[in-house]
Nanobody
Framework: QVELVESGGGSVQAGASLTLSCAAS????????VGWFRQVPGNEREFVAA????????TYSDSVKGRFTISRDNAKKTIFLQMNSLKPEDTAVYFC???????????????????WGQGTQVTVSP
C-alpha cells in the first residue's frame, strides 16, 4: 500500500521557520522520488521541492531556493521540508507526493506524481 501523510503545518509570522514532515509507507519510501507542492484556492498546485528516491538529487523552485531544504530520513522513512525565512506568499496547503521519475527535470513536473497526501496548511502572517 502506498501512503504519504503530511504533518507539521501551522500559523507563524513572517521570518519564522517550520518543518513539514511526510511520513511514507515502506513501499512508498523505497519506490518513489518525493516532492512537495503547494496550492492556494483558485490556483494550480505548484512545485516547491523534490528529492530523488536515492537522495542524490534535490531540486527547488526559484521562489523557495535558499530558504527551503528537502531531505529524507531513511530510519524514519520520512521526507522533511525545512522552511526558513517564511513569507506571507508561502501561505498555502502543502502536499507531498510520490513519483516514479528520478531525473532532476521530471521530479519537478507535477504530472509525474501519482500518489498524494492529504495536505497540511501553512499560514504566514505579515
Amino acid at each position: 500500500q502506498v501512503e504519504l501523510v503530511e504533518s507539521g503545518g501551522g500559523s507563524v509570522q513572517a521570518g519564522a521557520s517550520l518543518t513539514l514532515s511526510c511520513a511514507a509507507s515502506e513501499r512508498a519510501y523505497r519506490t518513489y522520488s518525493v516532492g512537495w507542492f503547494r496550492q492556494v484556492p483558485g490556483n494550480e498546485r505548484e512545485f516547491v521541492a523534490a528529492v530523488s528516491r536515492s537522495s542524490d538529487i534535490t531540486t527547488y523552485s526559484d521562489s523557495v531556493k535558499g530558504r527551503f531544504t528537502i531531505s529524507r530520513d531513511n530510519a524514519k522513512k520520512t521526507i522533511f521540508l525545512q522552511m526558513n525565512s517564511l513569507k506571507p506568499e508561502d501561505t498555502a496547503v502543502y502536499f507531498c507526493a510520490g513519483s516514479l521519475e528520478s531525473s532532476v527535470y521530471w521530479i519537478s513536473v507535477r504530472q509525474t506524481y501519482g500518489y498524494w497526501g492529504q495536505g497540511t496548511q501553512v499560514t504566514v502572517s505579515p
